[in-house]
């Protein structure tokens, strides 16, 4: 196998795209969120990643626009189910 | 994950990226992948492992648990016009069903290829329902659970 890239990767953007604001600053105002919503566009966002055979990058969600993708959420390494 | 990264041949075959997300770095994930993943799977995980340290991903797709500090476990299924065709979101407890997950992919390929709709359950080769006018009141003639 080739030698993975060692990752100084820089700081990864996170949503690419507007985030909910805490209620509590507005709240008065209706409060502008992006969520995810099923039959709507996806969110993009930018994050740091670890690829098995590559090493450490950045990901972009929309890196993979006109392909489909399965993006899979879960709670944490090394749990159990 | 291992379930899903089980299934990955058939998931590549469907022209389906992959990409997987917690809150955990990707240092963690690196060894995540070395020391467990790779011995319950030949290959270990083969896709990317994303990190969403803080849960800022995982607000915008609504299943951060800012409680537990953790994302839950919601998939998204995401089209070639970056769509988001379906979702399924469960609490920690309770794994996924990745063959469910790829029946969908089927039925949502079809779909996007005909313009067919796909009837409750539906796996390839069987019935599909076109729609349109003539249809209506009718689908009892063509389809029944």
Redesign the interface.
């Known amino acids: 196998m080739a030698k993975e890239v060692d990752?100084c990767?820089k700081p990864?953007a996170?949503?690419l795209?507007a985030?909910?604001t805490p209620a509590k600053e507005t709240p008065f105002k209706e409060v502008q969120m992006?969520?995810?919503?099923?039959?709507?566009?996806?969110?993009d966002?930018e994050?740091?990643?670890?690829?098995?055979?590559e090493g450490?990058?950045n990901?972009k969600?929309?890196d993979?626009?006109?392909?489909?993708?399965?993006?899979?959420?879960?709670?944490?390494?090394?749990?159990f189910? | 994950m291992a379930a899903v990264a089980a299934k990955y041949p058939e998931f590549q075959a469907l022209g389906v990226e992959v990409l997987s997300v917690s809150t955990d770095s990707r240092q963690v994930h690196k060894i995540w992948q070395e020391e467990e993943l790779s011995k319950m799977v030949e290959g270990g995980v083969p896709f990317p492992m994303l990190s969403d340290g803080g849960g800022r991903i995982g607000t915008v797709y609504g299943v951060y648990d800012e409680a537990a500090g953790v994302d839950i476990r919601g998939r998204f299924l995401i089209d070639p016009d970056f769509v988001i065709r379906a979702t399924e979101v469960l609490t920690a407890e309770v794994g996924r069903n990745p063959d469910e997950l790829i029946r969908q992919v089927k039925a949502f390929q079809h779909v996007v290829a005909t313009g067919e709709v796909t009837p409750s359950g539906w796996q390839p080769g069987q019935k599909t329902l076109t729609p349109g006018p003539d249809l209506v009141g009718k689908v009892w003639q063509e389809w029944k659970p």
């Open positions: 990752g990767v990864a996170g949503p795209v985030e909910p992006t969520v995810a919503r099923t039959g709507k566009e996806a969110p966002f994050a740091t990643a670890y690829v098995a055979g450490f990058k990901i969600l929309s993979y626009r006109g392909k489909w993708i399965v993006l899979c959420f879960y709670p944490g390494d090394f749990t189910v």
